[in-house]
Each structure stands twice: as C-alpha cells, then as structure tokens.
C-alpha cells in the first residue's frame, strides 16, 4: 500500500508539543512508516529544535500536495509571529493551536491527507461521531464523552445507549478488524439502581438481535478490580472518569484517543501540553507515536474492510430464462 499521508497538528506552542513531534521524527524509521505533514509554523519549529538541540530536519510547504517522502514536511498556517513563553499559557498560544487544527481539519476532510494525529495538549474534537480511549489493554468508549456528571443520568436512555453501541461495534469491526467484538457494558451505579434494571439489562438483551454482543451491566469496581477486562474487545462507559480512570492506571505510556467517523480519523495522545517540564527535553514520545501508529492501522483496517464489503460485482451474462419469468409475471391470471 502506498506510504499515507499523516498530519499533525501542532498542539500548544509553548508546551512539548515541537519538542515530541521533532524528537518522534528524529528516528528514521518514523519516515518509513508515513509522510508527516505539520500543520504549524517552521519558525516556531526551528525555535524548539535550536532550544532542544535537536537533528531533525523538515522541509517548508505550500499544501498537502507538495509532501516529500522520508521527510518531516510542515505547512505554514498562519504568518503572524508567536512569541514563545515556555510553560506559560497566552492568547498567541491559543490563536496557534486554533489555527493548526482548523488546517489539519479542512484538510482531513478534503481526503488530502490520510488521518490527522494532534501533538500533545491538543484538544479532542466535541462534534466527532465517537471517541474511544486506547492503551495497549483496553478500549474504552465513553457514552457522554466530557459532559458534566449532573447530566449523566439523563442521558443515559435506551435511544442514546443503542446509538453509540452501534457506532462502537461498528468501530471495533471496521476500525480493528475484529469479526464479533464482545462489548463490556459498565453500570452507572455502584449497586444496581434504576437505570440499570429499567435501561441497560433490557437494552443489552434487546441489542443481541442486531448480532452485537454486549454483556453487563458491570459495576466499574470489581470489572477493574478482577481485571475482566482482559477478556472484552471493547468497554463502554457511562461517564469520562469511569473509563478514562482505569485507562491511565493500567496503562498510561501508550494511551491515545481516537476520534472517528465515517470520514475522518483523529487520533490525539492522552498527554497534556506539559508545560511544567516544557524546555528540558524530558517530554516523552511514546504516546505521540503510539498515536501515529493507530491512525496507520486504522486507516488500512477500514480500506480491508469497506474493499470486503463492497456489492459483489454485476452479472456478466444474460440469462433468457428470466425474460420467460418476467413475461409470465405480466398476464393476467386467471381468476380463481
């Protein structure tokens, strides 16, 4: 398969991000894998890699199009100078990072460029399709993604739960390859309550006539604590921190997000700007690649998959037969 393009939007400027991104493709074998293209400032580039004393080279582009392979490309996205304040948060910082997804966005969506990836402090888009959590243990989707506790109950209906099933199920089949995921339901209370005798038993028993295999309620406690979760393809949350929590604990080097839809792959890396060790050059990499790897593999998974399910092709001949039927079909029968 022909080596993706892979934006990457540059996240907060005055954290770690240019120092991960520039340390990350510093390593040859990053460039094999695909064609970075930064959706950022070369001046703001070469200010972190001359502070951090770094290799990595990178060539200065118009668009998507120009993207040299085996090399870090970046796309100047605004021409304003942004005054670098390390480990401070300021308004250029902000207007920066707004730029840098707005660029990476239009292009994800225009199929210029294969997924986008965000560089850490990055933010998760609130209009995507579904987000789900990753390490290398768990995949955890979250039914209110980062809505405010006091409107959890609420939203925890047979209508909304049957959608993001859905969405998940079809994530974990098309986006993973997996035939027949075994989705963890988690309850939303600690001791059954109201919600999980009248929504989510129902709607787990209801939801195996679509073929999707849920299993639950689990109170979050004991399915962490026992570690069931090694025996489940993917996990659906109630709330952020229920799932979000357990990710970190079991697993935090490797844990990425993926936002995905039906036209866009986002995958951002669960580490914050980092801005009390920005300038030291301790920020590690190994979310940030981690995240470059799934956006890779679920690029290709969804290729396999859409190519397997494609109608199958049309008949090459022309069977008489079936002229015979249709005339039949079209006299008057006889009455009875």
Known sequence: MEQLKIGITHGYTNGVSYEVILKAFENPTMLELCTPIVYGSPKLATYHRKAMELGTNFSTIQHAGEALKEKLNIIECFKEEVKVDLGQQTEEADK??????????????????????????????????????????????????????????????????????????RCLRRDFGLTRPRIAVLALNPEPGKEE?????????????????????????????????TYYDGILAMYYDQGA????????????????GENIIKTVPLQDASLNIAGRGEAPTASFCNAIYTAIDVYRNRVHFDEACKDPLPKLFHDKREDG????????????
């Open 197 to 229: 005798k009248d929504v989510l038993e129902p709607l787990i028993k209801k939801i195996a006539d679509e073929q999707i295999c849920a299993l639950g309620p689990f109170t979050a406690e004991q399915f962490f604590a026992s570690q069931a979760y």
């Open 325 to 336: 039927r249709r005339e039949e079909s079209k006299r008057p029968q006889k009455p009875e």
């Open 96 to 169: 920066a990072q707004a730029c840098s997804r707005e660029a990476g966005l239009h292009d994800a969506k225009n199929g210029l460029i294969s997924a986008l990836v965000g560089a850490p402090g990055d933010k998760l888009e609130p209009s995507a399709e579904l987000t789900v959590l990753i390490n290398e243990f768990m995949k955890v989707a979250i039914l209110t993604d980062q809505m405010p506790l006091n409107e959890v109950t609420s939203y925890v209906t047979e209508e909304n739960l049957t959608k993001k099933l859905r969405m998940f199920d």
């Open 245 to 260: 929590a357990p990710l970190h604990l079991s697993g935090s080097e490797y844990c990425i997000a993926l936002q995905t």
